[in-house]
């Protein structure tokens, strides 16, 4: 979808050429303007649609950020950066926007049982649910009468507003790269329905594959459902299963995966990228450090965080419609594809 219209008081501040503090003390009614600058202000914001955005029309001017205890486990350092990195970017898109982000920890007894936290009970503008929550708990989120917005991670059957990676073209680019190369025999690797956002790039893959009229044999692919179990034994399993026939490219659904897989296949003896290329998703911190470091899709946090805030302070955080907003990721060349690195 398009990315809804941003309209801020900065906006109306440009338009009727005044300062944006001026248009802030107008619209929340304080001292500092005459009333003919208070009413032109007031006329304006209305033309503009910037009503669902007034603090004070929505009564709070705090946004409460749910966030799964998983996703910010330091016992999983990968995912715990790059989920640290994307939280306090989302932090700083609310307070850009005049607000308060209030956040709280949903561990897994909460989950489990469904049980709202305290921050609940405060005045609140809407409500962000950050990662990948327990589809039951994201239900009951989702039925309350408040605006919602989910980042990088959705439910098709829960439908709101929602800003991701673009993650089925993301994953799509990434082999038609490897595709590119000369790569016929393409394996893959990762949970294909853990989410909607990995049935994703399941789906890119595949997509990918079949545009070139290639169609991937299952046995390449090490498919499974449960994200959040150790993946090592199933890739190790895998490659000794395959050791006499061995895909010669993988593209994998994330980089803690990815990384996992270049580090057994070398183990093995098997060189990367000269004999198997390897290429990940989300450009966690160690991707760049690895040892060939790794190619992969940078997703763009920033450019996520912000337009999540977007759309919860639009008229569409207040609807329950699917309303998609993806952020396409960027393909980031390294070593162990063997190209040149274009970082």
């Not at 929602?162 to 073209?169: F, K, Q």
Request: hydrophobic share 40%; charged share 25%; proline share 3%.
């Amino acid at each position: 979808m398009a990315r809804p219209k941003k309209i801020s008081m900065q906006t109306i501040a440009d338009d009727l050429k005044i300062s944006k503090n001026a248009v802030s003390l107008a619209l929340s009614g304080k001292k500092g303007v005459s009333e003919q600058v208070r009413n032109e202000v007031k006329q304006r914001a209305k033309d503009l649609g910037y009503s669902m955005q007034n603090k004070q029309q929505r009564g709070s001017s705090n946004i409460l950020v749910l966030v799964p205890e998983r996703v910010m486990s330091y016992e999983d350092n990968e995912h715990f950066h790059f989920y640290h990195d994307m939280l306090w970017g989302l932090e700083a898109a609310i307070r850009k926007e005049g607000y308060n982000a209030v956040i709280a920890k949903i561990d897994v007894e909460m989950e489990k049982k469904g049980m709202l936290p305290g921050i609940f009970d405060i005045d609140h503008a809407g409500v962000i649910l950050f990662g990948i929550m327990d589809k039951s708990y994201a239900r009951k989120v989702w039925e309350l009468n408040t605006p919602l917005v989910m980042i990088d991670s959705y439910y098709r059957d829960l439908p709101c507003a929602v800003a991701a990676s673009s993650n089925l073209e993301g994953a799509h680019a990434a082999v038609s790269y490897l595709l590119e190369l000369g790569h016929k025999r393409v394996g893959f690797m990762g949970p294909s329905n853990l989410t909607t956002s990995h049935e994703d790039r399941w789906f890119g893959y595949w997509k990918a594959m079949a545009d070139q009229g290639l169609y991937p044999d299952s046995k390449d692919c090490l498919v499974y459902s449960d994200g959040y179990r150790s993946t090592r034994e199933e890739i190790s399993a895998f490659l000794d299963q395959h050791q006499d026939s061995m895909p010669t490219a993988f593209f994998c659904s994330n980089d803690r995966i990815a990384l996992i897989l270049n580090e057994l296949l070398r183990k093995r003896n098997y060189a990367v990228p000269q004999q198997i290329s390897i290429i990940g998703f989300d450009d966690i911190t160690l991707s760049a450090a690895a040892a060939p470091s790794l190619t992969t899709m940078r997703v763009a946090k920033k450019a996520m965080t912000e337009a999540a805030v977007e759309l919860l302070l639009s008229e569409a955080g207040n609807k329950r419609e699917r309303i998609y907003y993806g952020v396409i990721p960027s393909l980031t060349i390294r070593e162990s594809t063997g190209a040149p690195s274009n970082v």
